[in-house]
């Protein structure tokens, strides 16, 4: 069983940076992981994901070269960087995992793990 755990959410205003961190219990080094965000009234979208070494990336196009995914295996720990923050980045960010064959999935049916999301709040 994995179990997920989102940090590093909060409020901050337009133009700032936060780093959301996902720690993952039990041996997830050969997982593939991704973020998912959730604003109100508006369908899970994908955000990053990356594959189990690392060496592999894909960002939705509305964070590409503003948010950077990244991990530490040996911290069984999973981040997300987030630069440049806008107003519209305001959701619950989720992290996911999965074990497949498939590497990096970009949609949240492919993901049988998730944490329970921590809170970004974007003010203009």
């Known amino acids: 069983q994995v179990q997920l755990v989102e940090s590093g959410g909060g409020l901050v205003q337009a133009g700032a940076s936060l780093k959301l961190s996902c720690a993952a219990s039990?041996?997830?080094?050969?997982?593939?992981m991704g973020w998912f965000r959730q604003a109100p009234g508006k369908e899970r979208e994908f955000v990053a994901a990356?594959?189990?070494?690392?060496?592999?990336?894909y960002y939705a196009d509305s964070v590409k070269g503003r948010f950077t995914i990244s991990r530490d295996n040996a911290k069984n720990t999973v981040y997300l960087q987030m630069n440049s923050l806008k107003p519209e980045d305001t959701a619950v960010y989720s992290c996911?995992?999965?074990?497949?064959?498939?590497?990096?999935?970009?949609?949240?049916?492919?993901?049988?793990?998730w944490g329970q999301g921590t809170q970004v709040t974007v003010s203009s």
């Open positions: 996911a995992a999965h074990n497949s064959s498939r590497g990096i999935i970009t949609t949240p049916h492919g993901y049988p793990y």
């Open positions: 039990g041996r997830t080094f050969s997982y593939a």
């Open positions: 990356i594959n189990w070494s690392g060496g592999s990336t």
